[in-house]
């Protein structure tokens, strides 16, 4: 590469503009702007040249048109070690340029604060992405930067090479500069093919786009002999809303899918809450009029599970719920906030990694995706409000006021549980959790099974119908008094009928909720 002498500059992101550009032209290099950018760098009063004193053509079409024209592009893809592209450079009194810095307009951004379709329109780029994909194939010559946080490294480079950049960083740049042409493309064409003529827009489109970016490797998968990779979609708040881990070991594979349920879980509730997960699974949860006897209950349930299981709480945690925890060995705790003295005491356990991060929340245009051999599966996320008032008691005896409450309970937690799935539960613990069973009466039998509390007068919630009255007999024999459940089986009325015989209340609630 030879010296860097012009550069063109043109963005919509302008953070620390004018300190990199002021560092360009104390190296001498030369600068060539537009519009809202040019203005910037004049009130810091940076010298720039006006693109329009080199092509000899005003900005015309509202600013549509600025940069399209042979004198700005052909300094841009001029190949510097080809004599006939360097001969047609002086032919046509065409300056090379040196070092592109272009970011794009915020169409993303745009679109998500609900803009109108014409102000959208607006928001496409066809200046910047022609600059940045030319630079960026001509990055053998051309130094391309569309990120601001680039700048530091591109100065220091300049100044360090006697305005050379190493050809490792230039390469780098254009790869980065071609992903994020790529992503704004992509964005364009799936808002594009989203748009109908009612204004409405479908959650799955033919052609889905999944802008990802890696944030970290974690040093294994599920299994030491797996690799694996932590990806967050590009333009959203991050991984769990954006987090921030205040200490602890780095997570694991299984850390964050484990923080992720559990984090998912405990956000159904308003009143403090505690989830205690293990295997993507909840081992005991836990509501109270505080922290602390919302986490007594939680690992009433189960302690023997809790060992090296993720806590989340929905609350922000205080020395005192630290304290009631010390005495378990937990690889993660989550909640959306830390007291100072509650960070003190995990202090002592180094290897304990504490999470902050917002409350989960959903909308309505949600999707997750599993990956299949071969493709994805898309669903809508499985975030159905409790509707109480939809509920129907189809048995002669309705739930009593305490039971109710437990069935309300217990309901919000059995669609955490991986399916076939039964819970127990009181009006403010689970009691016993039967998950992930290929048969309902297997699932009911686990959780009799698990229970470490008294079942006599608990509640069962079961994620999906009951196929046949089976499951009920084991839930009566162990002292259930009540049970919610979907319904929906060819054998409803002979499973109302036995809840019936067994004088348990049951109420139908019309909702699934598998797991897999």
């Known amino acids: 590469m030879l010296k860097a002498n012009r550069a063109l ?107 109108g379709f014409e102000e959208v329109v607006e928001m496409i780029d066809i200046g910047g992405p022609s600059m940045i994909r030319g630079a960026a194939k001509n990055y053998q010559g051309v130094v391309v930067v569309v990120d601001p946080d680039d700048y530091p490294q591109v100065l220091a480079a300049l100044e360090e090479s006697d305005l050379r950049v190493p050809e490792s960083l230039r390469r780098s740049l254009a790869i980065k500069a071609f992903r994020h042409t790529q992503a704004y493309d992509a964005a364009i064409a799936h808002w594009l093919e ?134 378990l060995f937990v690889e993660v705790v989550i909640a959306p906030d830390f007291k100072e003295d509650a960070e003190k005491r995990f202090a002592k356990k180094p290897n304990l990694r504490v999470i902050a991060a917002p409350a989960f929340t959903t909308g309505s245009k949600a999707a997750e995706y599993r990956s ?57 613990q689970t009691i016993g959790i039967g998950a992930g069973q290929m048969s309902r009466v297997d699932a009911c039998r686990l959780a009799v099974t698990k229970a470490e509390l008294p079942t006599a007068g608990a509640v069962a919630a079961s994620d999906a119908f009951f196929p046949f009255r089976d499951g009920l007999d084991v839930l009566a024999a162990a002292g259930v008094t009540a049970v919610i459940q979907p319904g929906g089986s060819k054998r409803d009325d002979e499973v109302i009928a036995a809840a019936n015989e067994l004088e348990l209340a049951m109420l139908i609630t019309g909702t699934r909720h598998f797991r897999h």
């Open 9 to 115: 500059v043109s963005v919509y992101d302008k953070r620390g503009l004018v300190d990199f550009v002021r560092g360009l032209t104390g190296l001498g290099i030369e600068i060539l702007s537009t519009g809202g950018t040019k203005k910037a760098l004049e009130a810091g009063r940076v010298p720039v040249l006006s693109v329009a004193e080199v092509t000899g053509i005003p900005e015309i079409l509202g600013g549509r048109v600025k940069t399209l024209h042979p004198s700005i592009h052909g300094g841009i893809l001029a190949d510097r070690e080809q004599a006939s592209h360097l001969t047609a450079l002086n032919e046509h009194a065409i300056t090379p340029i040196d070092l592109v810095v272009v970011n794009l307009y915020p169409f993303r951004e745009t679109v998500a604060r609900g803009a």
């Open 372 to 428: 299949i051999d071969g493709g994805f599966l898309a669903q809508s996320v499985d975030a159905v409000p409790v509707d109480i008032a939809s509920w129907s008691c189809p048995t002669e005896r309705g739930p009593t006021d305490t039971e109710q409450r437990a069935l309300e309970f217990a309901w919000s937690i059995v669609r955490h549980v991986k399916s076939n799935a039964i819970l127990l539960a009181g009006e403010d």
């Open 194 to 327: 989203g748009q109908s003529g009612d204004g409405s827009q479908p959650m799955f489109l033919r052609h889905q786009l999944i802008d990802l970016e890696k944030e970290f490797e974690p040093r294994y998968g599920e299994n030491p002999h797996q690799r694996a990779a932590l990806y967050r979609t590009a333009g959203a708040h991050g991984i769990f809303g954006g987090f921030e881990q205040l200490q602890g070991k780095e997570l694991s594979f299984n850390n964050l899918l484990d923080a992720d349920a559990a984090r998912r879980l405990v956000a159904h509730f308003d009143a403090p809450t505690i989830a205690i997960i293990k295997h993507n699974n909840p081992c005991g949860v836990g509501r109270g009029a505080t922290p602390v006897e919302a986490y007594e209950r939680a690992l009433a349930c189960d302690p023997t599970s809790a060992f090296g299981s993720i806590v989340a709480c929905n609350q922000t945690i205080d020395g005192e719920l630290a304290d009631a925890m010390a005495g």
